[in-house]
T-cell receptor, first 111, second 112 residues
Framework: TQLLEQSPQFLSIQEGENLTVYCNSS?????LQWYRQEPGEGPVLLVT?????EVKKLKRLTFQFGDARKDSSLHITAAQPGDTGLYLC???????????FGQGTELSVKP | NAGVTQTPKFQVLKTGQSMTLQCAQD?????MSWYRQDPGMGLRLIHY???????DQGEVPNGYNVSRSTTEDFPLRLLSAAPSQTSVYFC???????????FGSGTQLSVL
């Protein structure tokens, strides 16, 4: 069974700090997606990474896919209160139509 | 476009009651799915569908039924509600399995 492990589970930082959250898999990722979820809302897709070693940037967010495609990281530079939310990684399980999520990293950025 | 619409937004049930959570999308997406979200557990896949007439089980299918008679609708049925089914339920759709997943705003269900 593929398992997606995210760390840390909780993160509380001050505005302006940098942070990194991680997503690791027990097997090779098919096509890793990162989502952000705000309270009371459904998750929203941030990025999809497919190729080992791939790096994608979205404003202050940098997403990296490990060379072996078993790990990924999300780095936020100069975090802002608007970055507060639950960050989830997801991957397709066993090519069987199942998009499986990790348990998420809950980020709180204080002014 | 409305996107993915879920109803109701909130629901309280007694143990043993049945109900249907409604999900509709107007984007002509083939892929639809239901997730439940519990604290510290992320999103767990209940059932999914790759097109009208085709459904399959996810990670936690027990106690839930689905059907997909049209491309637009994908209702989730709780046959006999149990307190363990207290959760927030999300419906989602995408053009393809690898495509961007669009989520509804969720249904908060409490089973007493």
């Amino acid at each position: 069974t593929q398992l997606l492990e995210q760390s840390p589970q909780f993160l509380s930082i001050q505005e302006g700090e940098n942070l990194t959250v991680y997503c690791n898999s027990s097997s090779v990722f098919s096509s890793l997606q990162w989502y952000r979820q705000e309270p009371g809302e459904g998750p929203v897709l941030l990025v999809t990474v497919v190729t080992g070693g791939e790096v994608k940037k979205l404003k202050r967010l940098t997403f990296q896919f490990g060379d072996a495609r078993k790990d990924s990281s999300l780095h936020i530079t100069a975090a802002q209160p608007g970055d507060t939310g639950l960050y989830l990684c997801a991957d397709i399980y066993n090519q069987g139509g199942k998009l499986i999520f990790g348990q998420g990293t809950e980020l709180s950025v204080k002014p | 476009n409305a996107g993915v619409t879920q109803t109701p937004k909130f629901q309280v049930l007694k143990t043993g009651q049945s109900m249907t959570l409604q999900c509709a999308q107007d984007m002509n997406h083939e892929y639809m799915s239901w997730y439940r979200q519990d604290p510290g557990m992320g999103l767990r896949l209940i059932h999914y569908s790759v097109g009208a007439g085709i459904t399959d089980q996810g990670e936690v299918p027990n106690g839930y039924n689905v059907s997909r008679s049209t491309t637009e609708d994908f209702p989730l049925r709780l046959l006999s509600a149990a307190p363990s089914q207290t959760s927030v339920y999300f419906c989602a759709s995408s053009y393809s399995l690898l495509g961007k997943l669009f989520f509804g705003s969720g249904t908060q269900l409490s089973v007493l």
